[in-house]
């Protein structure tokens, strides 16, 4: 057991990080450590079932950390695109994945068809969640639609956790489907009591009496424990009882700490799951059903963004949401997989090479989706210069005044919206430029003048008035600062361009242009820095010239240059 433990999380080390170095997600490691793991090469069996086992654990761990950082608040926020989106292509992407595995001369008829639909229309939470991350989307409104979106698809996944056992057993559906619901309810009952009356409690006695390792153990022991309860006495999925533990975890002031402390050993457990379903995975089996492997690969990375884009364009929503969310969900990954094996292994309703076949699909998918998503960019740079421009685009931004200064304040987030305040205040012409068309709608109603569209574009900014304005101010950190001084620049070269960073590295390299640039982590450091000579006694003359010096090195700017402290 140890020797395959030990094999089994080398090569998913070592290949994990070389998949990170070619920027992919390690997802793509893990599988092919698991595919090398199997080869007869080690001069000593590696156990499969031991690896199997153990990544039984990580599956439901890795259900655990879903309830754990599952929120209504999230799902609520989007819930205008992310769920009549999901459910429309849920439903959709099944139903096409269905008529693939019919059309490809797949086995077991129309329920083993509809089951493979089922497994390759859910997402990866892993590979979005790292491309959005990887390209700095995660929390832009795309990112979060995308990931509002991954919510309801989860809850799709748990929904047929729940109605496998029940649709695949050997009792008659009806009575089995009411009786399922009866032990349901009674299981989600009971555990949110246990939640509120004794698993609180118990984690608020270990977290002031106990050491951090009782903690950890205390978390593992709930996630498990319910687990267990759910499969035993309840006959429903221990995925399903795991999920509800961290539900009821997550909901509590332990949320943070569970995360940190206990989702480090779910991680382990997870890398094992991949390593276990690669391992299993014949590239032979790839081969002999080729056109059921090539359907399925050009499903997943064309029909479905495809399919994601138009539905979100239907909602009335801008191209740039479309392109991002069609083009994050264009795999398949965790969640697939365990879908999978359950039907082939556990019931017996998808053949086994079906199931080989959707982890081939979801090892291409993910390595193809982590290198093409750093386009996306561009494509929506693409489609939106020649997307044609409204014609009452600007009905709600007037023409500049020659009495007022205008600024444009790029991005409504807080800091756009502190910056908006007190610019109307000093009677300052404010024009909001916002990709998020209900905070547009928004700031129209309430008299603001707001355009939808990307700053980058000439045309947008010249109808936000660049050519006249006194300055543009880049509030998001998240926005591509360069391009768009570039654009308000070429329109009006005496404008003023405030932009603000995240990073002293970004920072240094806009002011190269001249852009006046607001780095996070250079007032972070000048804030910390006056408040610990504060605390040392220093008084405010000294305090006030040590931040016109660290100020002017900053900027690499003299002393009789720099105007500002």
């Known amino acids: 057991m140890i020797f395959t433990l030990a094999v089994g999380l080398a090569l998913a080390f070592v290949l994990g990080m070389v998949a990170q170095q070619l920027k992919l997600s390690p997802l793509v490691g893990y599988l092919v450590a698991g595919m090398l793991a199997a080869q007869p090469w080690w001069g000593y069996p590696v156990d499969q079932h031991v690896v199997e086992e153990f990544s039984h654990i990580g599956v439901v761990l890795l259900l655990f950390g879903v309830g754990l950082h599952f929120h209504f608040k999230d799902l609520l926020a989007v819930r205008k695109v992310a769920v009549p989106g999901a459910v429309t292509c849920s439903l959709l992407w099944t139903g096409i994945g269905a008529l693939v595995y019919h059309l490809c001369g797949g086995a077991g008829g129309w329920v083993a068809a509809a089951i493979f639909g089922m497994c390759v229309c859910v997402s990866s939470t892993v590979v979005l969640t790292r491309v959005l991350e990887d390209n700095k989307m995660l929390q ?47 299981l989600v009952l009971i555990v949110a009591l246990l939640g509120k009356r004794v698993i609180t409690r118990v984690l608020t006695y270990v977290a002031r009496n106990g050491s951090d390792e009782l903690f950890t153990l205390g978390v593992l022991v709930i996630a498990l424990g319910i687990a267990v309860l759910s499969s035993y006495v309840f006959n429903a999925s221990m995925e399903f009882g795991a999920f509800l533990s961290g539900m009821v975890v997550g909901q509590s002031k332990f949320a943070s700490r569970a995360a940190s402390d206990a989702l480090p050993m779910r991680d382990a457990f997870a890398v094992l799951f991949f390593v276990s379903v690669g391992m299993g995975f014949q590239m032979g089996g790839l081969v002999e059903y080729w056109p059921l492997a090539l359907g399925t690969t050009a499903y997943v990375l064309l029909i479905k963004p495809v399919t994601g884009y138009v539905v979100i364009r239907l909602l009335r929503r801008p191209a740039r949401l479309g392109v991002v969310v069609g083009g994050a969900l264009a795999q398949i990954g965790e969640f697939s997989f365990i879908l999978a094996t359950l039907a082939a292994s556990t019931y017996g309703v998808l053949p086994l090479y079906a199931a080989n076949v959707i982890t081939g699909a979801a090892i291409i998918s993910i390595t193809v989706n982590a290198a093409l998503f750093r386009y996306v960019p561009k494509l929506i740079q693409l489609l939106e210069k020649n997307a044609p421009v409204p014609a009452d685009a600007g009905r709600h931004v007037p023409e500049p005044s020659e009495n007022r200064h205008r600024v444009i304040v790029v991005g409504y987030g807080p800091s756009g919206e502190i910056m908006t305040e007190l610019l109307q205040k000093y009677d300052v012409e404010v ?135």
């Not at 979106?149 to 695949?168: A, H, K, N």
């Open 431 to 565: 024009v909001v430029l916002e990709m998020n068309i209900d905070t547009v709608a928004r700031l129209s109603k309430l008299g603001i003048p707001a355009l939808h569209g990307d700053a980058r574009l000439r045309h947008i900014l010249k109808l936000a008035g660049a050519e006249h304005a006194k300055a543009i101010m880049i509030t998001s950190a998240a926005a591509p600062s360069k391009a768009i001084a570039a654009a308000a620049r070429s329109l009006n070269q005496k404008i003023e361009v405030m932009a603000y960073t995240t990073y002293m590295r970004q920072a240094q390299e806009l002011r190269t242009d001249g852009s006046m640039v607001f780095s996070g982590e250079e007032e972070v450091a000048l804030s910390m820095f006056t408040a610990i000579l504060r605390d040392l006694g220093a008084t405010e003359e000294q305090v006030g010239r040590e931040r016109v010096a660290t100020r002017r090195r900053l900027l690499g700017l003299p002393p009789e240059e720099l105007d500002m402290a």
């Open 140 to 186: 832009t409104p795309a990112g979060h639609t995308a990931l509002g979106w991954l919510v309801v698809e989860d809850l799709f996944t748990i929904i047929l956790l729940v109605l496998m056992p029940v649709m695949f057993g050997n009792d008659e559906l009806l009575p089995a489907l009411g009786g399922m619901a009866v032990k349901l309810t009674l």
